[in-house]
């Protein structure tokens, strides 16, 4: 959304704010965004502080308190070989944060290069690569990624490149069709003819609006990216004993769900609110940008 | 563009899809580590008997070889043994798939039957509680782990008050009923069997629960969105201040256009259902497609996953198929066009 659309509606303060202040006043009216944008803040903070406030070593043994119930020792409780599940948790959030950013980073950085290239190109070329990527997008995504991830071998790293490489082919859609309309966009276009710097309109004109749906597409599959890497570490794809990451706490935990449901039941917790954070805020994200949504 | 050029396109290119899917399959499982012949013929089989297990099993040939021998069993059907259950990959895929297909269907069902309504009432109600707290249903419908969702219900709903099954698709004494479609519940009803009907319905209740919640909050938000837009019409303006009662405004103008575009959208999610399953199935030890495909990927049953894969991408595909043609037959706009 550009800033003289909505200054036509009046939603928006004086012209001398910065983008950054627009942004912040749009987030301000919308509370749910605002608390994505909390549960985020939040959970970075414990990504890089997990050292400092986690209350015990994550890996540290204690076989004298195996599967104990929560208390005040033991916030969440302990798992079967006595480990804190609170630090665990805590310290879970570089794991599967960091994999949910990483998988994300990399679907988009491909992706939106092949995309702009190829709408950029046109031609042969450009359908080739469409067709191709419509034949990859038809594919079952997460039966790929799981084939993938087993035939690279279990390990984290395997399945988020597994997770990343099928996601690639929508940003390269986004991406493609960026470039296309924007090519021949009115104000584009007026731009070029009063002689503005193609500098200029690049920065001006073409980066921010290509951007914005690639930016709210990456912070909603941030959410998405984090599921599918730790229900990969559930079924044994991804992460593996002993590696504090969420969804392999849930898988092991699994066996103890009857008599200790602490253990499955606050790393699955975890997965679910940084999922929601990272959602709320794309939503709030896309509503923005998106005109059509605006008033809604 | 007529509907039969736009189906003749479209099948073309399902021919490519599961070609690709078939190349891109056949690559994966040749890259998975470990030697089946070395698994099927067991731990302590001599290197003559691993041999000619894997002359048996064709593994010997040059990879482009065993990729033709395939694909021109593929053709007919044929997806080779599974070795791990020693059946052809063909005849599980028929027995587990009506599983799967009976699970999903179930979960779109609830989905839609609540989706819908909770929809209609966040779009009526913008911006008051009820839309605050739909909207709130379906951000967390789409953030929550499926595998973890089910994990709660069981031990809810099986560990603490006992009142429903954690696993499987019967009680344990109870016989399937015969077999006419696949689906327990639609066979057991077909055949008056009540206690099957009974017991395959409780079985059904928390994996249909886990699966359709995600896509629950997919139905709402979809719902809502297309409510929103239709309602901003003049035709329902018109209706409005033509003073008909607001029901029939609601239901008979609004959502029947807001379900035009909600069509394809519900039919896509179909499709995810299907995958949506696999860890759904996992944790319900539900003995569907799902489950399946996790063993044989544990095992390394390369015919097994592709077999899987390729059924599961060509159904993917015609779904899609499907879809779209319902969508144009709803759209009278697309329809009088063509």
């Known amino acids: 959304m550009s800033l003289e659309s909505a200054e036509a509606e009046g939603t928006t303060p004086a012209r001398s704010s910065s983008g950054v202040g627009y942004l912040w006043y749009q987030l301000r009216r919308s509370p749910l965004t605002m608390v994505g944008l909390g549960i985020i803040v939040v959970v970075l903070f414990i990504m890089v502080?997990?050292?400092?406030?986690?209350?015990?070593?994550?890996?540290?043994?204690?076989?004298?308190?195996?599967?104990?119930?929560?208390?005040?020792?033991?916030?969440?409780?302990?798992?079967?070989?006595?480990?804190?599940?609170?630090?665990?948790?805590l310290w879970g959030a570089r794991t599967s944060v960091t994999v949910g950013l990483a998988i994300v980073a990399i679907s988009m950085g491909f992706g939106t290069v092949i995309g702009a290239f190829s709408g950029l190109v046109g031609g042969r070329v450009d359908t080739l690569i469409m067709r191709f990527m419509d034949v990859v997008?038809?594919?079952?995504?997460?039966?790929?990624?799981?084939?993938?991830?087993?035939?690279?071998?279990?390990?984290?790293?395997?399945?988020?490149l597994a997770i990343a490489v099928v996601r690639i082919p929508f940003y390269v859609?986004?991406?493609?069709?960026?470039?296309?309309?924007?090519?021949?966009?009115?104000?584009?276009?007026?731009?070029?003819?009063?002689?503005?710097?193609?500098?200029?309109?690049?920065?001006?004109?073409?980066?921010?609006?290509?951007?914005?749906?690639?930016?709210?597409?990456?912070?909603?599959?941030?959410?998405?990216?984090?599921?599918?890497?730790?229900?990969?570490?559930?079924?044994g794809l991804g992460a593996q004993q002993p590696t504090a990451e969420w969804g392999a706490m849930v898988a092991t935990g699994r066996d103890y769900l009857l008599d200790q449901w602490w253990y499955p039941t606050f790393p699955g917790l975890a997965i679910l609110i940084t999922a929601v954070g990272f959602n709320l805020l794309g939503d709030g994200l896309r509503d923005m940008f998106d005109p059509r949504m605006r008033g809604r | 563009m007529s509907f039969l050029s736009i189906?003749?396109?479209?099948?073309?290119?399902?021919?490519?899809?599961?070609?690709?899917?078939?190349?891109?399959?056949?690559?994966?499982?040749?890259?998975?580590?470990?030697?089946?012949?070395?698994?099927?013929?067991?731990?302590?089989?001599?290197?003559?008997?691993?041999?000619?297990?894997?002359?048996?099993?064709?593994?010997?040939?040059?990879?482009?070889?065993?990729?033709?021998?395939?694909?021109?069993?593929?053709?007919?059907?044929?997806?080779?043994?599974?070795?791990?259950?020693?059946?052809?990959?063909?005849?599980?895929?028929?027995?587990?798939?009506?599983?799967?297909?009976?699970?999903?269907?179930?979960?779109l069902i609830f989905a839609v039957a609540v989706g819908i309504p909770l929809g209609v009432l966040s779009a009526v109600a913008k911006d008051r509680w009820i839309d605050q707290i739909s909207r709130t249903i379906s951000v967390t419908g789409i953030s929550t782990p499926a595998f973890w969702l089910g994990l709660l219900l069981i031990y809810?709903?099986?560990?603490?008050?006992g009142i429903l099954p954690g696993s499987g698709r019967l009680a344990s004494g109870i016989a399937p009923p015969t077999t006419i479609t696949g689906f327990y519940t639609v066979d057991s009803l077909l055949t008056f069997n009540w206690p099957a009907l009974r017991s395959s319905l409780i079985h059904l209740i928390l994996p249909a629960l886990t699966l359709g919640f995600v896509h629950l909050g997919i139905v709402t938000r979809q719902i809502r969105s297309a409510m929103l837009e239709v309602l901003q019409e003049d035709y329902v303006r018109t209706a409005r201040a033509s003073g008909l009662p607001r029901r029939t405004v609601l239901f008979g103008h609004a959502l029947r256009n807001a379900l035009i575009p909600s069509v394809t959208m519900i039919g896509l999610a179909f499709g995810d259902l299907l995958y949506g399953a696999v860890l759904t199935e996992t944790v319900f030890a539900w003995p569907g497609m799902g489950n399946y495909v996790v063993q044989s990927i544990t095992a390394l049953d390369f015919p097994a996953i592709m077999g899987f894969t390729v059924v599961a991408s060509t159904a993917y595909v015609l779904l899609n198929l499907s879809v779209d043609l319902v969508y144009m037959w709803l759209d009278p706009q697309i329809r009088e066009v063509s």
């Open chain 2, 7 to 107: 189906i003749r396109r479209r099948l073309i290119f399902l021919v490519f899809v599961v070609f690709g899917v078939t190349v891109v399959t056949f690559v994966i499982s040749h890259m998975i580590p470990g030697d089946p012949a070395r698994m099927m013929a067991g731990d302590r089989a001599t290197n003559e008997i691993v041999e000619n297990m894997r002359r048996q099993l064709g593994l010997d040939q040059p990879l482009w070889r065993q990729y033709v021998t395939y694909i021109g069993q593929v053709a007919q059907g044929d997806f080779g043994i599974s070795i791990r259950t020693q059946r052809p990959v063909i005849d599980d895929i028929k027995r587990f798939f009506p599983a799967t297909i009976e699970l999903a269907l179930a979960a």
């Open chain 1, 49 to 89: 502080a997990a050292p400092w406030i986690a209350p015990y070593n994550p890996d540290k043994l204690d076989l004298l308190h195996r599967l104990a119930a929560p208390s005040l020792a033991h916030f969440f409780g302990t798992d079967e070989v006595g480990r804190d599940i609170f630090s665990r948790v």
């Open chain 1, 173 to 235: 859609r986004l991406a493609r069709g960026q470039a296309l309309s924007l090519r021949s966009k009115p104000y584009v276009k007026a731009a070029m003819s009063f002689g503005a710097p193609r500098v200029q309109i690049m920065r001006r004109h073409i980066m921010p609006n290509a951007m914005a749906p690639i930016i709210v597409q990456a912070t909603l599959d941030i959410g998405l990216a984090i599921l599918t890497a730790s229900a990969l570490s559930f079924i």
């Open chain 1, 137 to 160: 997008l038809s594919f079952p995504s997460f039966v790929m990624a799981m084939a993938l991830a087993a035939a690279l071998g279990p390990n984290l790293i395997n399945a988020m």
């Open chain 2, 156 to 161: 809810l709903f099986y560990g603490r008050l």
